[in-house]
């Protein structure tokens, strides 16, 4: 157990005594350093050579479930070379303001890192493992993550992991970085497009990227990742969407059946049909809604509702 001790070196024995009640150590190193001497002394611990997957899990505490996931993860390794890490997170860090960094969770919790590192050859059975320690553990997950242990393949987890700050942090990155140069760090890719005025729909196994020009770059790279979103943007059904078309232009047909009758008034019908044309419009600018986050479906469903109920109301 490597433990980092961060405060008034009057407390040091202190601390020193509660590590040491963890368990019988079999030797005892203390020594104040610095952070960036602490990742010097890491570097012999990586690993090189190997191929690597990480996963990461926030918990709020550790409930007896989540550190029976932890031990059975730990038991079931798949790779001599894989690991689970464990991450306190308290102190002076969940008392610094969550507005002065992009980091979005101040609160008291604990950072599960999922490490499967294996010697060169098939990656299927430790790729499988950390995606089931992974999901052992979700049912005791917070809605956040850790930037560092997440990459473009967690685009759900770059969507939680800068709470608050998602908006002011693709700001300063729209304004610094207008090209995309720095992609070291996973950011919330929808938000981002929406900030930047894309409309993202799936459309089938389609994924559809309406905006302005000056956004081409960032439409061509939500393109390239079709196969991640497709799951996490608003989905547009286009057989759903050509019933409720029909049956909005079955209502107009029976409130003009109805009006020519001496059944409807003339207002009437003209509502039936307006709801029509926004039945057509939400269908024609469908992109429109995914814009502001929307489930493009809903609105034409209830378009299409009233455009139903309308056409039963007799008279005006």
Known sequence: ML???????????????????????????VRRTSPVQMLK???????????????????????????????DGMEQRSSPL??????????????????????????????VGIFAAWEPGEDAPHRAWADAVEAALKPYALPSAYPNYFGPDRPEQAAQ??????????????HYDPNGVFAAMSLPVLAQARAAGLSVVADG????VCGPKAAADLARQLIARKAELLSLVPAWDRAEADR??????????RAEAAYRAGRMTEARRNAVATWLDVCEGLARDRGRGALAGWDPMQPLRAAARHAAEKAAQLGG
């Open 161 to 174: 992991a800068y709470g608050q700050n998602t908006a002011r942090l693709l700001r300063i990155k729209a």
């Open 82 to 111: 894989s690991w689970i890490g464990l991450h306190p997170f308290y102190g002076v860090g969940e008392r610094i303001p969550l507005e002065s960094t992009a980091f979005g969770l101040r609160a008291r919790h604990f950072m």
């Open 3 to 29: 433990h980092a001790w961060c405060g008034d070196q009057r407390e040091d024995e202190r601390v020193l005594d509660v590590v040491k009640g963890f368990g019988a150590p079999s030797m005892v190193h």
């Open 205 to 208: 196994d389609r994924l559809v």
């Open 41 to 71: 002394d890491a570097d012999p611990m990586v690993l090189h050579g190997v191929s690597w997957i990480v996963r990461t899990v926030t918990l709020a505490k550790l409930q007896s479930g989540a550190v029976k996931a932890l031990i």
């Open 244 to 253: 409720l078309l029909s049956e909005a232009r079955g209502a107009v047909a």
